[in-house]
T-cell receptor
């Protein structure tokens, strides 16, 4: 069954704790992305990665960190420095640079609530 | 980052009516994508467009890549209750992998 998986679906954390959101894809995509979505709003890019061991900051990277040690995996850590971390987090992947017909696919999302 | 202008912001229609929404950009795109998102779920890809002027259908959905490469349109014919959701457009330009998203159109279908 091909696609993008995110776990867990719901996550609760106490204020001041770091938390890591998982994202795995078996689509053999080179590029992976993390977005944040707040109620009634569009998608804002946090980080993206075009290849293994390389990633770039998006529009709202402050308070977040990522790693890309494997092609299939792109975990996102929400650190205690993120001032308003409660949100819906979406992971996505695409074929990547140099693809004239690139298409982005999304995972099911993780809803993070910081208490 | 660039945000695309998507309109209308919301629509309330009767079941069976047709729906039109559009997305505009200040810069040229090579790819336009249309997604539908249900509450609490990730966006699902509906239609992908890669060529200016291209018109592509997926069942009752039809999308067009504008000739100027700065806009795209999505039409839904004969709407049904399960069409309810938020529709997003996304575009990708020449530089890098980044996709830019519209603010979404919330569709409500009244039975």
């Amino acid at each position: 069954d091909g696609g993008i998986t995110q776990s867990p679906k719901y996550l609760f954390r106490k204020e001041g704790q770091n938390v890591t959101l998982s994202c795995e894809q078996n689509l053999n995509h080179d590029a992976m992305y993390w977005y944040r979505q707040d109620p009634g709003q569009g998608l804002r890019l946090i980080y993206y990665s075009q290849i293994v061991n390389d990633f770039q900051k998006g529009d709202i990277a402050e308070g977040y960190s990522v790693s890309r040690e494997k092609k299939e995996s792109f975990p996102l850590t929400v650190t205690s420095a993120q001032k308003n971390p409660t949100a819906f987090y979406l992971c996505a992947s695409s074929w990547g640079q140099g693809t004239s017909t690139d298409t982005q696919y999304f995972g099911p999302g993780t809803r993070l609530t910081v208490l | 980052g660039q945000q695309l202008n998507q309109s209308p912001q919301s629509m309330f229609i009767q079941e069976g009516e047709d729906v039109s929404m559009n997305c505009t950009s200040s810069s040229i795109f090579n790819t336009w994508l249309w997604y539908k998102q249900d509450p609490g779920e990730g966006p699902v890809l509906l239609i992908a467009l890669y060529k200016a002027g291209e018109l592509t259908s997926n069942g009752r959905l039809t999308a067009q890549f504008g000739i100027t490469r700065k806009d795209s349109f999505l039409n839904i014919s004969a709407s049904i209750p399960s069409d309810v959701g938020i529709y997003f457009c996304a575009g990708q330009g020449d530089t890098g992998n980044q996709f830019y998203f519209g603010t979404g159109t919330s569709l409500t279908v009244i039975p």
